[in-house]
């Protein structure tokens, strides 16, 4: 084996907000000589089932995975679930009302995009999602595309969906405890995704927002992320390091639906050693199931 194997432990495939199937992404990953890969996608593991039968037939390691957004002070926050049981059935109940609370949303986004003169139907967007789990704003700001309302997916964010656009509707969500016992009670290891993502956290109150979610249960930091610089890299795998919790990577792969981001590299620079699954392994494999 090469001296540096790497891996992506952020990917999300057509089962929620990502372009391309989870078989796609596994022959993707091989192609790319990546050694793992974890499907994240939001508030779904249906991409998990395909995505590990393709890894065994391939020869690619596949994590199961799952990304949840919870309410933290009115803000949402990403949490990550590594090593889950994906039939654990809390967990699937637990998804399931969330995909419920999108369900109740998404009629609303529509109404809204109606009034601001927009010609859209939930039937147009839900045909975009195809047969997806998770069907969420990504798949309106491709239909907006589409109808020629906006150039392309990130005007639609600006214009109309990011949130506090005119467009933008809430969602229903767990708050930090619920997102991460139900990682935990499916035998899964819950990492705070992407932190510098989270609305109004500044180099300031990292440390403190860190030692928030350690004491409500997070055993993980995502350290590699393309959006983080080297300078923030450091900070996070020094305050990882620094409270006992693992390290994690990814690159939050959308294919088409985020262009700029490439599996396995981000911006194209982004290295993510293998050795970080290691131990996160190890734990795993010596818990009872
Ligand atoms: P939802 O879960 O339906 O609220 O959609 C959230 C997803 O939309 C995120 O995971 C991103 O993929 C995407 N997204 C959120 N904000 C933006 C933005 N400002 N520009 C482009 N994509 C975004
Ligand atoms: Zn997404
Ligand atoms: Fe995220
Ligand atoms: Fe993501």
Redesign the pocket.
């Known amino acids: 084996m090469d001296s540096l194997a790497l891996i992506d432990l952020h990917i999300?495939t057509s089962a929620s907000?990502g372009t391309f199937s989870p078989q796609e992404i596994v022959s993707m990953a091989k192609g790319k000589g990546l050694k793992a890969v974890s499907i994240t996608d939001?508030d779904t593991v249906d991409g998990n089932e395909e995505a590990i039968k393709a890894g065994i037939e391939i020869g690619l390691e596949v994590v199961p995975g799952v990304e949840i957004?919870v309410e933290w002070e009115g803000r949402p926050v990403h949490i990550l679930g590594y090593y889950i049981d994906v039939k654990n059935l809390i967990l699937q109940s637990t998804l399931k009302n969330l995909i419920a609370f999108?369900e109740e949303r998404n009629p609303q986004i529509i109404k809204l995009l109606n009034s601001l003169g927009l010609n859209i139907s939930y039937e147009e967007v839900k045909a975009i999602a195809g047969d997806g789990t998770?069907i969420?704003?990504?798949h309106f700001?491709q239909a907006l595309v589409e109808k020629g309302y906006v150039k392309n997916?990130?005007a639609a964010?600006?214009k109309y969906?990011?949130?506090g656009g005119p467009a933008y509707v809430e969602?229903k969500r767990l708050t930090p405890h619920e997102g991460i016992q139900i990682i935990k009670n499916a035998s899964g290891i819950p990492v705070l995704a992407h932190p510098y993502n989270v609305d109004g956290i500044k180099n300031k109150d990292l440390e403190l927002f860190i030692l928030q979610f350690k004491e409500m249960g997070i055993e993980g930091i995502e350290v590699y992320y393309p959006l983080h610089n080297s300078q923030q890299t450091l900070k996070l795998k020094n305050f990882a390091e620094k409270y006992g919790l693992y390290i994690t990577g990814g690159t939050d792969f959308?294919g088409e639906?985020?262009p700029d981001i490439k599996l396995g590299s981000g911006f194209g620079a982004l290295k993510i050693p293998y050795e970080l699954i290691i131990k996160m392994k190890e734990k795993q494999e010596a818990k009872p199931r």
Do not use: C
């Open positions: 999300h907000d939001h957004s999108r998770a969420g704003r990504p700001a997916g990130d964010f600006k969906l990011k949130r969602k959308h639906q985020k």
